[in-house]
């Protein structure tokens, strides 16, 4: 079983940034994608930012401009660097790999989350 491990969130001003990263480990044959997520009190788990392995990238709309995510393949490791935060961006946020197993199935691991808020 693939284990992912989060760091990186917490407490921040409006305006500040933070820094989060997740790294991958376990058995892992081949990785699709990783990505983040974030789910805010009362609303559904929604995509902030995923990243290929070859490098593409998708954001969600709402943080496109402020977010970027980037990825260390040697290391199975994903960063989302957050940049003009407002409270909105208020979630607990979860990694994700898409990942392959030796037969080609592909399959999902997740972290266990990480709380950021965003507060004056």
């Known amino acids: 079983q693939v284990q992912l491990v989060e760091s990186g969130g917490g407490l921040v001003q409006p305006g500040g940034s933070l820094r989060l990263s997740c790294a991958a480990s376990g058995l892992i044959f081949s990785i699709n994608s990783m990505g983040w997520y974030r789910q805010a009190p009362g609303k559904q788990r929604e995509l902030v930012a995923t990243?290929?392995?070859?490098?593409?990238?998708n954001y969600a709309d709402s943080v496109k401009g402020r977010f970027t995510i980037s990825r260390d393949n040697a290391k199975n490791t994903v960063y989302l660097q957050m940049n003009s935060l407002k409270p909105e961006d208020t979630a607990v946020y979860y990694c994700n790999a898409n990942l392959r197993d030796r037969y080609y199935v592909p399959f999902d691991s997740w972290g266990q989350g990480t709380q950021v808020t965003v507060s004056s």
């Open positions: 990243i290929t392995s070859n490098g593409g990238t």
